[in-house]
């Protein structure tokens, strides 16, 4: 992640995996995540907004994710396409390891925490997740990810 640069992507800079304190430090994006803006009234997302808003994530998804050896997001979602005081859209919060073995530790979360976190899930690893299996993480199941984050910004509502 410290080698990839793109204009579209938040920089890494660092994590701490020593639990149960672990953390992963993203570049600071001072308007929040587009889950923020979609649900802030004060927003106005006119078709030019939410256009350029949807080209800032499909590019650097298809470009440089998919391109490099990184070759997948993992985790996308609203809450991770971060947006910078000039309104660009990045994205952060990459799959690691942990976070895939974070979604079998979910106890200390209530209920409803646990399932909105896979409302940008793809199907076929819903099923792997209900039979206790692993997220198997592809291309694919970014695409799916990617038209849930679309359909959000596109009808100005939550995931689901």
Not at 40 to 64: E, H, P
Not at 106 to 120: G, H, P, R
Request: hydrophobic share 40%; glycine share 4%; net charge neutral.
């Amino acid at each position: 992640l410290n080698t990839l640069r793109h204009g579209n992507l938040a920089l890494f800079y660092g994590a701490c995996v020593d639990p149960p304190h672990a953390c992963v430090l993203w570049e600071y994006c001072a308007k929040g995540s587009v889950q923020d803006i979609i649900q802030n009234n004060d927003v106005r997302l006119d078709s030019m907004f939410q256009f350029s808003l949807a080209m800032d994530i499909s590019a650097v998804r298809t470009s440089i994710i998919h391109g490099s050896e990184l070759r997948i997001h993992g985790n996308l979602r609203s809450s991770n396409c971060l947006v910078d005081n000039r309104w660009t859209c990045k994205l952060s919060g990459f799959w690691t390891p942990e976070s895939v073995e974070g979604e079998q530790q979910l106890d200390n979360v209530d209920e409803a925490s646990k399932f909105q976190k896979l409302f940008w899930t793809a199907p076929e690893n819903l099923r792997r997740i209900l039979k206790g299996e692993r997220r198997q993480l592809s291309q694919p199941a970014d695409v799916y990810s990617l038209a849930v984050v679309l359909k959000e910004i596109l009808c100005k509502n939550s995931a689901f």
